[in-house]
């Protein structure tokens, strides 16, 4: 047997017969690791004790293999709340709200304040940063009450909804029914309240509208409950994303409009309050003497004014018996020490500049006598 020619196709014979060689078989491409299709980590199975039997085992295994699988969701239509409603929840609620109602309250409240002293607070140059540092002046006590009923609640929904689902039928039903009744019965009757007080204003009629919106969150919270509820062996109706955006969105307004409300009901009877308070405290405030270059005329029996003599004097007039209520913008709040409600008096309201010229003295210290000269 030789080798011809063409030994790479074949095997030549002695006779001459050629016989061809077997086709050599490729080895197949290993593809490469990121190609590999990646198989699902293992779960390690439940630890089987000595001397179990194998149907132990396979219960633990399927034990192990339940606890690893994804639990659903523990309310009904949780994830299908849309943007517009995370965004209602997320951004405004707690920052637009807030600062606006704050802002808001904090303007009635210097608005009801300095009114009951004759001066619009318009004229006196506020800012926002004014109004917001005088929202706190009554607000802290409120918003605390507010956040510990919150709390409150939020701790009694997460106890009471475990017991809701594993009570019977009935219970539910009853549950559901007394709080539909409740929030029905709160909003209609502040509601009505609120309409019929008007534009009365007061710390106690607040009560009102802060009712209203509670009873629209009860209600809100009733139909949340029959949804997570729905009772044994029926569907759970749901509505769809907008459907829910669109609840949520007339439920905040609802509310934002009560606790607006409420804010100019409180905000008014508060401002009055701090200022009977002032108006009170006159008498032992910190005085205030007011030198003038011109005579501002004031109209009051209990304000001294004394002309000075001196022909060099800086000021030409000295006046006594004041007290500085408010600095803002530049401009003096003034008030008679013997200011009051029905005597009369007019507030003063003195712009600062080089014509006039302010001494201030502790409550209970008498200022230095004035001389004839200044």
Known sequence: MTNGPDAGEGIRLADGAVRRRPPKRRKPRTPPAWALPRAPAPVAPAPVPNGASAPAAAAAAAAAAAAAAPKPQDEPGGGSLPQLARLLGGVIAPT???TGLLYYFGWLHAYYLFDYFGVNSTALGFGSADYLMRSVDALYMPLTIAAIVTLLALWGHAALLP??????????????????????????TCGALTLAIGAQSGAYVALAPVGFGAGVLVLAYSVHMRRILGGKGRAVALVSGWGEAAEWMITFFLIGVSLFTAATDYAGGVGVSRARELAAELPAQPGVVVYSKQSLDLPHANVTETRCRSSDAA?????????????SSGKYLLLPRTWTRAGGSAAILLQEGDAIRLEFYPAGAAPAASPAAC
């Open 96 to 98: 637009s709200l807030l």
């Open 163 to 188: 017991q809701l689902r594993a009570g019977s039928r009935e219970f539910r039903t009853l549950f559901l029914r007394l709080v539909t009744g409740l929030g029905i019965v709160t909003t209609a």
């Open 315 to 327: 000021y030409g007039y000295r006046y006594d018996g004041l007290v500085l209520v408010l600095e």
